[in-house]
């Protein structure tokens, strides 16, 4: 007999950690929470309906405490994510709002924190800013995750799942993802996530295939479906077709060995064929990053991006709490530098409790704009990065420096930190080298200028493009005109390098244009001293800069300064570049 075989469908979304994929779909979902009963509680009830919300509060906090002394060996280093949920679900905006709510309006306590979690998340989410962005997911989850307790309703124990398969779920909290036993799960797709959320950070440094932010991808994947997950380009294939099969087999395959060879190679130097040593840098955003970055043959972190420590807290962190943090990366890297970056925030969000009114807020009081506004923040950051700096080999980078009188008094900040802890006792490297991200296209016009202050550069292009070209960094509709390759960024990173070569000061790169290796020849070529990147990113671009001649890209440049469009650019090094890396070849477009 025939068997009629459902059509395949086709899922685009986020490509959060890359990889190949194909098993059967496990569908944890958030079912029970989403219909939320709104009824009236009379005055003699409220402080009942209040002590029934803390109960929840309380069953929640029970769950992640259990969650957290259970975490398998391999995952410890995530229990902190765990320890933020914890302290989240007492926090003011959500804790204090939904008791107020309840008293003052009346109504039952789901409804009261469906209400304030809502408004916590938009606010969230209102933040320009893509990791802060993604702040909202965690109020989301441990939202649901009081709702369930309140609601009564079960979630499914991942500890249960006894075969190998591809979760699927709305969202995966950190609890979530610490109990996966890592030999059963093959891959992760979720409704919702981006790309610096929990769970691909988490998917990346597992190196498991994940796609995200697919949005219908629970109400289109029932359970047992097959799935196909390409983490690389983000495609989710449900029930593929017998040939769609056959292809992604092979190509699961092909990328496995690409890995085993590049992981294989991936110590080596990345000294190009004319002999000089480039250094591939790792961006980490938490300390547990760390780990991949050597494994996968870093030599040092090129961009230590230190928002993280900052959110989802009632209070800012200590000058001890920060200083711990930043010792230990520094340890496990040293003698390898640490390239520590200042907050790098959006107004005055950081805090929990308060909201910020600014309308542009990416034009506004943001990253170095904030701390010079706020001493009483920057200055146990600044003292903490100094300290830190006696335990190893510290850089320390400034973001977004738009303007001459910025990094003078951001130096002369830095300068009375260090006369603090000359006073209180405390050791620090005299000579810790003061870095400036060119991430603005002011700072590239005065890079001469800023060149006097500083001992090295780094170029932030994914601030950079987007400042340019006006073009919002997250807006789909105008993702047309992001282009790296296009030429008003490569003359501005020419004009960037040229001029520190002349000023005797070393310029690094630490924007995702530099983990694409099909930009490596240009970057090689514009005399860009270090890259940094993703650290799974680094073993390709390492592998690439061996197969290049520093002299042969210096002499390619002067063909690249003649074309005028991206496209053109793209086109020039895909038919000079592309045999090289065959297996990455295919992703440039
Ligand atoms: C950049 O802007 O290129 C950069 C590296 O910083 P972030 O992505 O953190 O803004
Ligand atoms: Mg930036």
Same mark, same amino acid.
């Given at each position: 007999?025939?068997?009629?075989?459902?059509?395949?469908?086709? =899922?685009?979304? /986020?490509? %959060?950690?890359?990889?190949?994929?194909?098993?059967?779909? *496990?569908?944890?979902?958030?079912?029970?929470?989403?219909?939320?009963?709104?009824?009236?509680?009379?005055?003699?009830?409220?402080?009942?309906?209040?002590?029934?919300?803390?109960?929840?509060?309380?069953?929640?906090?029970?769950?992640?405490? %259990?969650?957290?002394?259970?975490?398998?060996?391999? &995952?410890?280093?995530? @229990?902190?994510? /765990?320890?933020?949920?914890?302290?989240? &679900?007492?926090?003011?905006?959500?804790?204090?709002?939904?008791?107020?709510?309840?008293?003052?309006?009346?109504?039952?306590?789901?409804?009261? =924190?469906?209400?304030?979690?809502?408004?916590?998340? @938009?606010?969230?989410?209102?933040?320009?800013?893509? !990791?802060?962005?993604?702040?909202? !997911?965690?109020?989301?989850?441990?939202?649901?995750?009081?709702?369930?307790?309140?609601?009564?309703?079960?979630?499914?124990?991942?500890?249960?799942?006894?075969?190998?398969?591809?979760?699927?779920?709305?969202?995966?909290?950190?609890?979530?993802? +610490?109990?996966?036993?890592?030999?059963?799960?093959?891959?992760?797709?979720?409704?919702?996530?981006?790309? %610096? @959320?929990?769970?691909?950070?988490?998917?990346?440094? &597992?190196?498991?295939?994940?796609?995200?932010?697919?949005?219908?991808?629970? @109400?289109?994947?029932?359970?047992?479906?097959?799935?196909?997950?390409?983490?690389?380009?983000?495609?989710?294939?449900?029930?593929?077709?017998?040939?769609?099969? $056959?292809?992604?087999?092979?190509?699961?395959?092909?990328?496995?060995?690409?890995?085993?060879?590049?992981?294989?190679?991936?110590?080596?130097?990345?000294?190009?064929?004319?002999?000089?040593?480039?250094?591939?840098?790792?961006?980490?955003?938490?300390?547990?990053? $760390?780990?991949?970055?050597?494994?996968?043959?870093?030599?040092?972190?090129?961009?230590?991006?230190?928002?993280?420590? !900052?959110?989802?807290?009632?209070?800012?962190?200590?000058?001890?709490?920060?200083?711990?943090?930043?010792?230990?990366?520094?340890?496990?890297?040293?003698?390898?530098?640490?390239?520590?970056?200042?907050?790098?925030?959006?107004?005055?969000?950081?805090?929990?409790? +308060?909201?910020?009114?600014?309308?542009?807020?990416?034009?506004?009081?943001?990253?170095?704009? *904030? #701390?010079? +506004?706020?001493?009483?923040?920057?200055?146990?950051?600044?003292?903490?990065?100094?300290?830190?700096?006696?335990?190893?080999?510290?850089?320390? &980078?400034?973001?977004?420096?738009?303007?001459?009188?910025?990094?003078?008094?951001?130096?002369?900040?830095?300068?009375?930190?260090?006369?603090?802890?000359?006073?209180?006792?405390?050791?620090?490297?005299?000579?810790?080298?003061?870095?400036?991200?060119?991430?603005?296209?002011?700072?590239?016009?005065? %890079?001469?200028?800023?060149?006097?202050?500083?001992?090295?550069?780094?170029?932030?292009?994914?601030?950079?493009?987007?400042?340019?070209?006006?073009?919002?960094?997250?807006?789909?509709?105008?993702?047309?005109?992001?282009?790296?390759?296009?030429?008003?960024?490569?003359?501005?990173?020419?004009?960037?390098?040229?001029? #520190?070569?002349?000023?005797?000061?070393?310029?690094?790169?630490?924007?995702?244009?530099?983990?694409?290796?099909?930009?490596?020849?240009?970057?090689?070529?514009?005399?860009?001293?270090?890259?940094?990147?993703?650290?799974?990113?680094?073993?390709?671009?390492?592998?690439? /800069?061996?197969? =290049?001649?520093?002299?042969?890209?210096?002499?390619?440049?002067?063909?690249?300064?003649?074309?005028?469009?991206?496209?053109?650019?793209?086109?020039?090094?895909?038919?000079?570049?592309?045999?090289?890396?065959?297996?990455?070849?295919? =992703?440039?477009?």
């Amino acid at each position: 007999m025939p068997i009629t075989k459902s059509k395949e469908i086709r =899922l685009k979304g /986020i490509n %959060a950690s890359p990889g190949i994929c194909i098993g059967k779909a *496990y569908l944890i979902g958030s079912e029970g929470v989403d219909v939320v009963e709104t009824y009236y509680i009379g005055d003699k009830d409220l402080q009942k309906e209040i002590k029934r919300f803390k109960t929840a509060v309380k069953g929640a906090k029970d769950e992640l405490r %259990a969650i957290s002394e259970n975490v398998p060996e391999d &995952l410890r280093k995530y @229990s902190d994510i /765990i320890e933020t949920h914890m302290v989240l &679900l007492k926090d003011k905006m959500l804790y204090d709002k939904t008791i107020d709510t309840i008293k003052n309006e009346h109504v039952n306590a789901e409804w009261a =924190l469906r209400k304030v979690a809502t408004d916590v998340k @938009s606010m969230f989410k209102s933040i320009p800013d893509g !990791y802060l962005k993604e702040r909202a !997911y965690d109020i989301e989850q441990v939202s649901d995750r009081i709702m369930h307790n309140l609601m009564g309703s079960d979630r499914k124990n991942l500890k249960e799942i006894s075969k190998r398969v591809i979760l699927v779920a709305h969202d995966l909290s950190p609890a979530d993802t +610490s109990q996966i036993e890592i030999d059963r799960i093959m891959g992760f797709v979720t409704d919702r996530g981006g790309r %610096a @959320s929990h769970t691909s950070i988490i998917a990346r440094a &597992l190196e498991i295939p994940a796609v995200l932010g697919l949005e219908t991808a629970t @109400s289109s994947i029932k359970n047992d479906d097959l799935l196909i997950i390409d983490g690389t380009t983000g495609i989710v294939i449900i029930n593929p077709e017998e040939q769609t099969l $056959v292809e992604f087999e092979e190509r699961r395959i092909r990328y496995a060995e690409y890995k085993i060879a590049f992981i294989k190679n991936s110590q080596l130097r990345a000294e190009t064929k004319d002999g000089v040593h480039v250094k591939v840098m790792g961006n980490i955003e938490l300390p547990e990053e $760390v780990s991949s970055v050597i494994d996968l043959g870093g030599d040092g972190i090129g961009l230590y991006r230190t928002e993280f420590q !900052y959110l989802n807290r009632p209070s800012f962190p200590s000058e001890d709490q920060l200083f711990t943090k930043y010792r230990e990366v520094v340890e496990i890297m040293a003698p390898k530098p640490v390239t520590i970056r200042t907050l790098d925030i959006n107004g005055d969000k950081a805090i929990a409790n +308060s909201s910020s009114d600014e309308e542009n807020p990416a034009l506004g009081l943001r990253a170095i704009r *904030y #701390c010079l +506004s706020r001493p009483d923040v920057f200055k146990p950051q600044l003292r903490a990065i100094l300290r830190a700096s006696a335990f190893g080999n510290v850089r320390i &980078l400034f973001p977004l420096i738009s303007s001459y009188h910025e990094i003078v008094e951001t130096r002369k900040m830095l300068k009375e930190a260090a006369h603090s802890l000359d006073s209180d006792g405390l050791a620090y490297n005299k000579n810790m080298e003061v870095g400036v991200m060119i991430e603005v296209p002011s700072a590239v016009t005065i %890079a001469d200028l800023l060149a006097n202050e500083a001992d090295f550069f780094s170029i932030g292009t994914n601030d950079l493009i987007q400042y340019s070209f006006a073009v919002d960094r997250g807006n789909k509709q105008v993702a047309y005109l992001y282009r790296a390759l296009d030429p008003a960024i490569i003359r501005m990173i020419k004009h960037v390098s040229d001029v #520190c070569k002349k000023k005797n000061i070393k310029v690094f790169m630490c924007g995702e244009m530099a983990g694409d290796p099909i930009n490596t020849p240009i970057l090689l070529g514009l005399g860009i001293d270090e890259l940094s990147m993703s650290p799974q990113s680094m073993p390709a671009v390492k592998s690439m /800069i061996r197969s =290049l001649e520093v002299k042969e890209t210096r002499s390619f440049i002067s063909e690249v300064m003649e074309k005028v469009t991206a496209s053109d650019i793209l086109e020039l090094l895909k038919s000079r570049y592309s045999n090289i890396l065959p297996e990455q070849a295919s =992703l440039w477009k």
